[in-house]
């Protein structure tokens, strides 16, 4: 089976002309992507054209708009069955390594394969934070276990490209993209554990730890966002029905329903992204939502009982309904069917 590098670079040294030699005489098909690099790198890529095909965007568009158009070549240009391996440009990931994944992926030819660090020895703290932090929320959005979330070193067959094309992003957020996508459609993710390596503690990087975080964790924040507006919704119609009717359970029924459906219409269109079948989706929707009413007013009542404020014992059962809400909707009500591939 074909063995294609897909590296993307921008601004590379002589460590990526390295990793394309080791690869090529592994019998590796290498492509680089050059992402815009200034002409003072120009002699780097005309070097590294012994060993591999060299594309060049015109400007830096950023690691995930390199990584496709890398894919867009080699779905023109590879016949199938191949398998692609994505590696950075910085001499971080050892040939023995990049070979284990490749190995792994022809095997499992369904799955996102993985090139994960066990993060031991003189990690940089910058990635040390960032990964152990990404993990659990991770986690929580999507119910996987991913040790390594921000590993460059993933490997996937001929299966998973058009997939992968069409998932969103143009810089590092994309591979955090990639994950979410994969994992809320159903697809595995297995993980190969690879050696550690920080090369002058990862200065080589063009990571931002604080712009490109912020882009990685809007894609997973905003999942709790309609929960919050929707709450919102919810609370201040409680409030106010309260005082106009006097009422508990009526004011309780009618603003969960009003918040309801505010929930479920974003949660379909802007959270999920779900292309399940709208009507069926309701209708487990709606049996959600009645059985969280139930349980809503239960608890809101059990809590007033116990000598709390109404308004306080709101706040807590919307709280502790909150998990329960979330993971129903993300795993059953709003899974998108995944296509045969």
């Given amino acids: 089976m074909k063995r294609i590098a897909l590296i993307p670079a921008y601004k590379p040294d002589e460590k990526m002309i390295q990793t394309a030699k080791e690869l090529y005489f592994e019998g590796f098909e290498v492509i680089i992507v050059n992402d815009g690099s200034t002409k003072d790198y120009d002699n780097v890529f005309e070097s590294a054209t012994e060993y591999a095909h060299v594309i060049c965007h015109n ?7 390199a990584l496709k158009t890398g894919l867009k070549y080699i779905r023109e240009h590879f016949a199938v069955p191949y398998i692609v391996v ?15 994944i490749a190995n792994t992926a022809e095997n499992n030819r369904s799955k996102l394969i993985l090139g994960s660090r066990k993060m031991e020895g003189k990690v940089p703290l910058r990635s040390r934070l960032g990964n152990n932090l990404t993990r659990l929320v991770y986690r929580f959005a999507t119910q996987a276990a991913v040790y390594d979330t921000q590993t460059g070193l993933r490997a996937y067959s001929d299966k998973l490209t058009d997939k992968l094309l069409s998932i969103e ?11 979410m996508e994969l994992a809320r459609d159903g697809y595995e993710i297995f993980e190969v554990w690879i050696d550690t390596v920080y090369i002058d503690n990862n200065s080589a990087s063009h990571f931002n730890p604080v712009k490109d975080s912020a882009k990685i964790y809007f894609e997973i924040l905003k999942f709790c966002g309609s929960s919050i507006l929707s709450f919102g919704v919810d609370y201040g119609l409680f409030c106010l029905l309260s005082a106009l009717t006097g009422s508990l359970v009526l004011s309780n029924v009618l603003a969960r329903l009003v918040s309801g459906t505010v929930n479920f219409t974003l949660n379909k269109k802007v959270v999920f992204q779900s292309n399940a079948n709208a009507a069926f989706a309701a209708l487990k929707y709606i049996a959600l939502a009645v059985f969280i009413l ?10 007033i009982g116990f000598g709390i404020a109404a308004y306080t014992a709101k706040i807590i059962t ?9 993971l129903i909707q993300h795993s059953f009500i709003f899974k998108k069917e995944v296509k045969a591939t």
Avoid: P, W
């Fill in 294 to 303: 139930i349980c809503n007013t239960l608890v809101l009542k059990g809590l």
């Fill in 169 to 179: 992003g143009s810089r590092y957020e994309y591979e955090m993209n990639m994950l």
């Fill in 318 to 326: 919307e709280i502790v309904l909150f998990i329960f809400n979330y």
């Fill in 86 to 100: 994505n590696a950075d440009a910085d001499g971080q990931h050892r040939t023995q390594d990049i070979k284990r």
């Fill in 59 to 65: 400007e830096n568009r950023g690691k995930g708009e």
